[in-house]
């Protein structure tokens, strides 16, 4: 809570305020991600969603229909006094997609995260960003007493565009993070670059 | 505390994002009883310093959508404002993102 605290008499700093998104199956390392570059310890929200998995935004009557809670996770860097980004980790399942549309709306870039265990976990996130044209990298947590795979094995394994980079990468170690939310950001400049050219040409 | 009222029709969804910042000269909200306890709570945070959406929700342990409506309450009778995060088309703005990589190699 302490962005921009305002010196006495002076009005505090309203910060531009970014987003990038962490997906990726259960335990795959989000929160532990999210909690390696953070300045807090990784926050807890909540939402409500409907059965149809729509948020719900009053609460009239909540307690008579049947609702679902969300929980997502998340943290900030503070970069500059007037910038601030946050790190959202996103639930995994595709029934959630209400969310992930309003989650990702502004956002600069994802990561999808996976584990080589279980690659199928992290499938519908890849497809949901590449269906939403929203430039994300696959991140690859390399937990100790996973066999290693070569990068261009995962790659097929999970059917990624030549252009969406993979990373290697340990969610508990802040400078492996801060390499994967740089390549996150590289990769939005170059997608844009690449839609402007498409939109020119 | 919202007395079952939805956000209004007209008002956007409030991004996570988005920025709550306290009306400096703003009345004493305690004062006025026609706010609830969570919604002088927004308003003690936000005099603190500006939240996000996510922070308040987080901080007030109540859902975002029940944290929506509030602060578009407060918007109404002018505790606050709010600043919504950079639209998505100016995220092509490549100094942006240039500022974002160089915080970054910078932590
Ligand atoms: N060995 C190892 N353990 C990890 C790594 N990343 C996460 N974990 C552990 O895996 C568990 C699940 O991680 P968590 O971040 O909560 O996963 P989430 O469900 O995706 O948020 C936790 O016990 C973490 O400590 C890693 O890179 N290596
Ligand atoms: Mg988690």
């Known amino acids: ?201 | 505390m919202t007395r079952g009222r939805t956000t209004s029709a007209a008002q956007h969804r409030l991004d996570l994002i988005a920025v709550v910042v306290a009306e400096p000269h703003a009345d004493d909200p305690e004062a006025d009883s026609t706010l609830s306890p969570e919604h002088v709570d927004i308003v003690g945070l936000c005099r603190h310093a500006p939240q996000s959406v996510a922070e308040l929700s987080a901080e007030l342990d109540l859902p975002i959508g029940v944290v929506r409506v509030l602060i578009g309450d407060l918007v109404d009778s002018e505790f606050v404002h709010v600043n919504r995060p950079v639209p998505p088309a100016e995220l092509v703005d490549e100094s942006i993102l240039r500022d974002v990589i160089n915080g970054l190699r910078a932590l």
Not at chain 1, 4 to 29: D, H, N, Q, W, Y
Not at chain 1, 102 to 118: H, P, Y
Not at chain 1, 156 to 183: H, T
């Open chain 1, 1 to 201: 809570m302490i962005f921009g605290r305002s010196e006495r008499g002076k009005p505090p700093v309203e910060p531009v305020t970014l987003k990038i998104l962490v997906a990726g199956g259960f335990g795959v390392g989000k929160t532990t991600l999210v909690g390696a570059v953070s300045e807090i310890r990784p926050l807890r929200t909540e939402e409500l969603l409907t059965e149809a998995g729509r948020p719900v935004d009053d609460t009239s009557g909540v307690e008579g229909k049947r609702t679902t809670t969300v929980a997502m996770d998340f943290g900030r860097i503070t970069l500059r006094e007037d910038l601030v980004l946050y790190l959202f980790g996103t639930p995994g399942q595709e029934r959630f997609w209400f969310m992930w549309d309003e989650l990702s709306e502004g956002a600069l870039g994802a990561v999808v995260l996976a584990d080589t265990r279980r690659l199928e976990d992290c499938f519908a996130a890849v497809d949901y960003f590449e269906r939403r044209s929203i430039p994300f990298l696959v991140g690859v947590n390399c937990f100790e007493g996973a066999d290693r795979y070569p990068a261009e094995d995962i790659r097929q394994a999970l059917d990624l565009d030549s252009d969406v980079p993979l990373l290697l990468c340990d969610a508990r170690d802040r400078e492996s993070v801060k390499e994967i939310l740089i390549g996150v950001v590289q990769h939005a400049m170059a997608f844009q670059a690449d839609r402007r050219e498409t939109v020119t040409t």
